[in-house]
């Protein structure tokens, strides 16, 4: 009989240069990426816009196909675009126990490849994805209410980066040990004690992924990399409202799978309505050995509390804070600031909340500058950023759910509002709810525990303190406690900034300093940007980094006495 395996595909061969270089720019730190950023027909085909919305387009209303996917009907996930256009799909349902018994049936083989076989298939994966990236892109732009362009690149190429991170990472470390070696340990007499040994990483067991509404993708796709080619088969599990683009993943996840003649349920979607609780059954089924979450931090903390079955991983939220001090470029700060504010209406968990400006002001190039007038130039900066409803859109997107709506509406309940949150009008989606940023002015003082808690959405506060020292013993106090994804500070002084470095180490948050141009403390770059800290309380793993991995498989041993006159095993 022929060998089947002689006609699967080799996918580690077909990648091995990818993921050779992807190793190098963990280690490099530089810009890098293979997958483009940018929606050009001429790098991604004249077709490729139109079919991807077509592909789209023909999921509305109808059954999502998973071909043999485990599951007992379907369900409605209820998801309605953040620009007024319901979905209608429904997936299938499948309930907890099925899930995680059907990731356990098929987790022998997967867990059996070496770690080629499994990033090689990774990687595949992700050029599939790359491929469907237009598909992808406007999935989750009608379930986040991201703009187009930042649907495209973060929930696609960015995303798609993440993913490779993770699995360079999983790569690595699983191949840092040898497969196998000879032990031989010399006698005083006779011939030496010898043991040929053979080394292999084995995964920890079915692996959860409960991803969130804004960045299914961007936030998803290093878990489930990262516990796919550590050997775990993974249950995903998507927000009743972004379920379309984990789906689309699946999809082509289960069918690069059973092309390389693995089990396609090795990845599972465990879709449900939107009134349902399975992700916190899942977290504590005895089988699921790990969890990835991107959340609140009430629930975060719940499966970090409760989940002492599995290894856990979370990015939950904090209190981003921006420290003030001085600048030589008072109108490139203030634009940079305001974009900051605005992308995404300020629903991403890096967007920064409190601005920390002594009440006396800070210096810049156009003059000292008090905590009040602060307030009003950066309200009149997203003014000029946001004047042009048409352009606006394309920054701000559409607001993603009630939650963000009311937080809205208690925040310029305040009473202090510098800058209103307004309505803009979507030229092409006219049912969208379209908000500009708030800004309140607060003190530091006062306004404790306003400022200590998380406003999620487009909602900042420029918080008048005693001094920059002050603003200081805030971040390390608000970020101690609370945690924080990000931290800036702005300064002409390197003293100051040696301080904010200080401080930012001290409650282990990521700091940019002095971003007056096109980068912007918001963005995170694969490769080189790390991503979240167990260092502080906004998080419990870091995107991507050796221990973002190494939890998720153990190095397991087998040993016998050495063959007289063999070579060790495999040699």
Known sequence: MPDVNSERPDF????????????RATAHRDHWTPYPESPSTSIYGEQAPALGEAAFNEQLGRPFGLPDHPGDGRVLAGEISPYGRPLGISYPRVDPDRAVAAAKAAA???????????????????????????????AVQHTTGQPFVMAFQAGGPHAQDRGLEAVAYAWAEQKRHPATARWSKPQRKGEPLELDKTFTPVGRGVSLLIACNTFPTWNGYPGLFASLVTGNPVVVKPHPGAVLPLAITVRIAREVLAEAGFSPDVVLLAAEAPDGRSAATLA?????????????TTFGDWIEANARQAAVYTEKAGLNTVVLDSTDDYRGLLGNLAFSLSLYS?????????????????????????????????????????????????TLGAIVNDGVRHTLEEAGALGRVVHASTPVAHPEHPQAIVRTPLVARLDADTDHKTYTREWFGPVSFVVATDSTDHSLRILRESVGTHGALTAAVHSTDERVLEAARESALEVGVHLSENLTGGVFVNQSAAFSDFHGSAANPAASATLSDPAFVTARFATLQSRRPAAAGKESVGA
């Open 12 to 23: 580690f061969a077909r990648h091995r240069a990818l993921l050779e270089q992807a190793v």
């Open 108 to 138: 022998g083989p997967w867990r059996a490849a070496d770690p080629d076989t499994r990033a090689g298939v990774a990687a595949e994966i992700l050029a599939r994805l790359n491929a469907a990236t237009f598909e992808i892109a406007h």
């Open 284 to 296: 504590l089924h005895p089988d699921v050995r790990i969890v990835d979450f991107t959340g609140s």
């Open 346 to 394: 300020g629903q991403m968990c890096t967007t920064p909340q409190n601005l920390l400006v002594p009440r006396e002001g800070i210096a810049t190039d156009q003059g000292p500058r008090s905590a009040d007038e602060f307030a009003a130039d950066l309200g009149a900066a997203l003014d000029r950023l946001l004047a042009d409803p048409a352009r606006a859109v394309h």
